[in-house]
């Protein structure tokens, strides 16, 4: 069956630095999202994605963020300078034409 | 007026038993009701879904009740499994089908 995967699994970075994580969603999809979870708290939206631009973001999608489709299969979030309260699982979902959004693993990211 | 709530936080139900779990919405608009199982370290993955123009929706063990009126909707778990512990998030989503607002999640353990 086919599913959504991102990488790394896990990310530790110093506090002020770039990362990237990734994902490649599942082939024939057309929306793609990025949610993020803070430690024992609730999934959040952060952006929302289709037909190469941002379709919707919340407030916390800040201007140190960042998504793009580089090419046909990756998305990839971008957090240019990152700060302590950046540290969450970052999940990346994605859909067909229908309602159902299909999560990956996530992405453990540590802001030190 | 985004916001959707749930409860309880945390739930134990011998085996065999039903977990309840209840979600309560506010914005009119959210005409998407899907819930989300996380076991942890694994990305959410959709568990079973419901439009309002339905009031149940039953497959297998796992059943939505939903009341427009009240703008309720709740998650039963019939024959409750030691292999359902996980986190449950009831979720929302408007007309667009576009981001998911999430409720808090409820921590399930279903004892053997």
């Known amino acids: 069956e086919p599913e959504v995967t991102q990488t790394p699994s896990h990310q530790v970075t110093q506090m002020g630095q770039e990362v990237i994580l990734r994902c490649v969603p599942i082939?024939?999809?057309?929306?793609f999202y990025w949610y993020r979870q803070i430690l024992g708290q609730k999934v959040e939206f952060l952006v929302s994605?289709?037909?190469?631009?941002?379709?919707?973001k919340s407030e916390i999608f800040d201007d140190q963020f960042s998504v793009e489709r580089p090419d046909g299969s990756n998305f990839t979030l971008k957090i240019r300078s990152t700060k302590l309260e950046d540290s969450a699982m970052y999940f990346c979902?994605?859909?067909?034409?229908?309602?159902?959004?299909?999560f990956g693993p996530g992405t453990r990211l540590l802001v030190l | 007026q985004q916001q959707v709530k749930q409860s309880p936080q945390s739930l134990i139900v011998q085996k065999g038993g039903i977990s309840i779990i209840n979600c309560a919405y506010e914005?009119?608009?959210?005409?998407?009701f899907p819930w989300y199982q996380q076991f942890p370290g694994k990305g959410p993955a959709l568990l079973i879904a419901?439009?309002?123009?339905?009031s149940e929706k039953k497959e297998g063990r796992f059943t939505i009740s939903f009341n427009k009126s009240a703008k309720q909707f709740s998650l039963h778990i019939m024959d409750s499994q030691p292999g359902d512990s996980a986190t449950y998030f009831c979720?929302?989503?408007?007309?667009?089908?576009?981001?998911?607002?999430f409720g808090g999640g409820t921590r399930l353990m279903v004892k053997p």
């Open positions: 979902a994605s859909r067909a034409k229908q309602e159902t959004q299909y």
């Open positions: 082939s024939n999809h057309l929306y």
């Open positions: 994605f289709y037909n190469n631009e941002i379709s919707e």
């Open positions: 914005n009119t608009a959210f005409d998407y």
């Open positions: 419901i439009r309002p123009d339905v």
């Open positions: 979720a929302a989503a408007d007309n667009a089908g576009n981001m998911l607002t």
